[in-house]
């Protein structure tokens, strides 16, 4: 099983509609997860950061946490073209190394 | 968020020599600094840890002695690749932060090892 798992995708979404990022995790005592956006060429940009169990809105972006289920999303309200890039799923570890998931390439379709 | 440089952007160099890469932090100082790896179609692979004033620990399958680290002040780290072959060629990616909060990244440095 690895790390850090996400759907590669592509993930194909309607311009203003809602886009549905999920990622899964290994390691049961990780306490810090992270959203980041990346473009083609360009090194990673922080979206959202979460560290408790429930919803954190940032915007137009909500990171979703279930630590008993291992699991977390990111939403995407209104999406724009502008939105299509890769994001990727980060996990620290208990060896505080911070351990990525291989992306989910998103795509607008305006 | 922290702005974070990289220099160079990009760099084409023949096998055999060595390339330096400087990562520096622009409006902060961390005494924890990262560098990863990405390969095209890849995730970041975390190469090395380095401490201001102590060694790099380095990650498994990272030769220590080809990733020459060096954590030179607290907003100063450089990756040097020496030896360089085709197989190194790569996205070299630093990046600023405490441990289990939010990495800042540098914008990145394509290696291309002819």
Known sequence: QKEVEQNSGPLSVPEGAIASLNCTYSDRVSQSFFWYRQYSGKSPELIMSIYSNGDKEDGRFTAQLNKASQYVSLLIRDSQPSDSATYLCAVYRADEKLTFGTGTRLTIIP | ?114
């Not at chain 2, 692979?45 to 954590?71: C, P, R, W």
């Not at chain 2, 990046?95 to 939010?102: D, I, K, L, P, R």
């Open chain 2, 1 to 114: 968020g922290a702005v974070v440089s990289q220099h160079p952007s990009w760099v084409i160099c023949k096998s055999g020599t060595s390339v330096k890469i400087e990562c520096r932090s622009l409006d902060f100082q961390a005494t924890t600094m990262f560098w990863y790896r990405q390969f095209p179609k890849q995730s970041l692979m975390l190469m090395a840890t380095s401490n201001e004033g102590s060694k790099a620990t380095y990650e498994q399958g990272v030769e220590k002695d080809k990733f020459l680290i060096n954590h030179a002040s607290l907003t100063l780290s450089t990756l040097t690749v020496t030896s360089a072959h085709p197989e190194d060629s790569s996205f070299y990616i630093c990046s600023f932060g405490a441990v289990y909060n939010e990495q800042f990244f540098g914008p990145g440095t394509r290696l291309t090892v002819l």
